[in-house]
């Protein structure tokens, strides 16, 4: 269960929720979640062969995005905790906005991923469905607070003169229309736009993930119970509306 507690906790300085403020039992963590993309594939003697060094700039160009920020973030203070040249990390990314669009990038492709994790184990026309799609969206948005303000908030860079940023985040929306899609084969929603449909979900979603981010949600909250409303009304909404008979 995801617990918001009474947060007054939007600092002056416009920071994120702080991680004390956040409970969350699915023992993910914040830093560690990006980690993941480079598990397996680079050495504990900080040796890189054929991309592995790519990988390594972005798991720890997120680490430190999670813990102080994008502004964190320079070619120097990498090349240092990588023990790299900067030459070797201008052959990768030739300088810091591209790496911001990697990792970047790389949020979208393991919100991806939880997504279809979730949606494979759940009927996708079901309300339950529904509903664990909902929480994990949300979820992952409240556990990596940060990485997802660079993916959407204005730190975020252009998408469509980023054509790797782009296509990340429009995988992520077929998601959405998938999921929209097999509710209008199952009758559960109306036969309309269902891009149009998925639009109106993502701004649900996106909505309700950065009001919690954001701190701008002032009381004690279950995040649980306000996804499942969210959900029901959305399908509440999008329902047929069949005209009573006579």
Known sequence: MHRIADSHCLAASGQVLSVDTVNI??????????????????????TYHHGNLRAALLSEAAAMIAQHGAESVTMRALSSRLGVSRTALYRHFPDKSALLVGVAAAGFKRLKERMQSIDGGA????VTGLRRLG??????????????RLMYGKEALSREYRPELKEAANTLFEQIVGMIRAHQRSGTIKHQDYRAQAYVAWSALHGLASLLIEGQIMAPVDVDVLVRQMTGTLLDGMRPRHRAAG
């Open 25 to 46: 039992n699915s023992g993910v963590d914040g830093v560690n979640i990006f980690r993941q993309l480079s598990r397996g594939t680079i050495n504990q003697t900080n």
């Open 123 to 126: 009927g996708r026309s079901s």
């Open 135 to 148: 929480a994990a969206y949300v979820g992952f948005a409240i556990e990596n607070p940060t990485h997802y």
